[in-house]
């Protein structure tokens, strides 16, 4: 698998685990923003590798949307 293959798997899991723990609670919940934090760690680390893996590309990372 594809560094870029296993980027995407950690979002897609982190997307449906911070649907799952949000059910019910506000978005100022601990949990929650500690889950959307290290939701964003990992799409920056996705968009940091595109531009290493395509230099000529990394516009493209701007653009992105991650299917839910």
């Not at 897609?12 to 290290?38: A, M, P, R, W, Y």
């Not at 996705?46 to 000529?56: A, F, G, N």
């Amino acid at each position: 698998m594809s560094e870029i293959e296993v980027l995407v798997d950690q979002v897609e899991e982190l997307q449906v685990t911070l649907n799952k723990i949000k059910e019910g609670k506000s978005l100022t919940d601990f949990g929650i923003v500690i889950e959307s934090q290290i939701l964003s760690i990992v799409l920056n680390n996705y968009r940091e590798t595109l531009m290493r893996i395509m230099p000529d590309k990394s516009h493209i990372g701007n653009h992105l949307r991650f299917p839910r």
